[in-house]
């Protein structure tokens, strides 16, 4: 992984304890990290955690000669490709936006030309009162990117935001500033996760499909600067860090919800796994084993019929007016993967189809890896190989990036 030289500042908040865990998160996503302190940081954690795991020196104080003679303030300013103040005090932030530079911490970021995310917390006043409300204005104003803050109870006994956002979404917030912008300005509609169809009050059909490489698609394009709206049937994984999410449950909701987004989407990835058949007549209550006229067991066998529902893939391909929207399939097989797909492609009338095979053990449904083929209209095949799914999804994007660049 490409990481990149971050400047954490961390300033003198009780959240300031969490410090150490983003600083791991940070080194776990592959970037290099260099960490300054104020002085009221020191109270809450120890220079000597931040020291190791960053494996360099952890400064606060503007004169020391010892250590400005190792790495000046100037240079640490420099050094930094991106900025990270978190915790950021509300105190810190009024001196930022009063270009104050009366510390280490606060020198570094009026010497920096790096882009600076802040990750606020403080208490709950502190976060609404108009002088804070007033100096995001003027930072975001000058391109200072907030994360969180998130609601919930706080340190001081409140409840509502203040709370500084979890170290993983922060790094995650800082992956959408660090990635490329090849997606910049463009709109893209995702679908992922499998629909479900009611059967009665409790009961539905399902499939196994467990939402991620769609999920890891969302990511991955809303990384490249796009704007992204992730149509989600149920799964259990959280809304990738800058993703839009609408969740649906049936593939009738799914379909309502992709022809409103795909209107003015220039993108469109249909990587949910939409069941093409529903029960024909659900039932509003539950189902059950007695007999409806007396207290005897149902032993019959139960039928179910079902009915078709809309193939909304091969409706998006229909529909479209020109070539200028770019329309991504999926198709799951469990034999005679490359004939099965080409068949599929040519019925569904997509640009680029995603076929993978359900029958290894090692990849699809539910794994965390999975290894395709991309099968183009004009015949050519590319073999990807087993690759975690969001490799996978960058692979995807280079590819559908490729194909519009070469009809641009
Ligand atoms: N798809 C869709 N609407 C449906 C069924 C599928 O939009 N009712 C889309 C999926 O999102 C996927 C592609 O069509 O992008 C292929 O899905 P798949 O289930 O593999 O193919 P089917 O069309 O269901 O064909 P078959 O059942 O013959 O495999």
Redesign the pocket.
């Known amino acids: 992984m490409n990481g990149s030289r971050i400047l954490l500042v961390v300033s003198g908040g009780i959240a300031a304890y969490k410090a150490p865990e983003l600083l791991r998160a940070l080194r776990r996503a592959g970037h290099s990290v260099r960490c300054v302190m104020t002085e009221a940081a020191r109270a809450f954690v120890a220079p000597l955690v931040l020291q190791t795991l960053s494996g360099s020196p952890v400064r606060s104080a503007l004169l020391d000669t010892s250590e400005e003679g190792q790495i000046g303030h100037i240079e640490l300013a420099e050094w930094a490709e991106q900025v990270l103040v978190a915790p950021a005090t509300a105190s810190f932030l009024a001196r930022m936006a009063n270009g104050l530079a009366d510390d280490l911490p606060s020198t570094v970021l009026l010497a920096t030309r790096a882009p600076v995310l802040v990750a606020p917390a403080m208490n709950l006043n502190m976060w609404e009162h108009p002088a804070t409300r007033a100096n995001l204005t003027t930072l975001r104003a000058r391109g200072v990117e907030v994360v969180g803050p998130d609601e919930g109870e706080l340190a001081c006994g409140f409840e509502g935001p203040g709370r500084m956002s979890a170290p993983e979404a922060i790094v995650a917030h800082l992956a959408l500033l660090l990635g490329p912008s090849s997606l910049a300005g463009e709109r893209v509609v995702v ?1 992922a996760g499998g629909t479900r169809e009611p059967l009665d009050a409790v009961r539905v059909l399902g499939n196994r499909s467990s939402g991620k490489m769609g999920y890891a698609l969302a990511a991955e394009a809303a990384r490249r600067g796009a704007t992204v709206r992730l149509i989600s049937a149920p799964t259990s994984l959280p809304t990738p860090a800058g993703v839009e999410r609408e969740d649906v449950e049936t ?1 009738l909701e799914m379909r309502a919800a992709v022809h409103a987004a795909a209107a003015d989407a220039s993108i469109v990835l ?7 058949f529903r029960p024909a007549n659900p039932v509003a209550r539950k189902i059950k084993k007695e007999k409806l006229d007396s207290q005897d067991e149902l032993d019959a066998p139960l039928d179910i019929t079902l009915q078709r ?6 409706e998006l391909c229909r529909e479209r007016s020109s070539s200028a929207r770019f329309v991504v ?5 469990s034999h005679d993967l490359l004939a ?1 797909a080409r068949r ?1 492609l040519a019925r ?1 009338g997509c640009d680029l189809l995603v076929a993978n095979d359900i029958s290894r053990r090692d990849a699809g449904f539910d794994s965390d890896d999975n290894a395709v083929l991309l099968l183009t209209p004009d015949g050519e095949v590319d073999a990807l190989p087993l690759l975690p799914k969001p490799v996978l999804a960058a692979r995807i994007l280079d590819r559908v990036e490729k194909m519009r660049g070469a009809r641009a």
Not at 270 to 276: G, N, S
Not at 309 to 314: G, K, M, Q, R, V
């Open positions: 679908t593939a249909m990587c949910a796994a939409v069941a093409d529902n809309p193939d909304i893939l091969a399939g999926f198709a799951a097989e099965a599929k569904k």
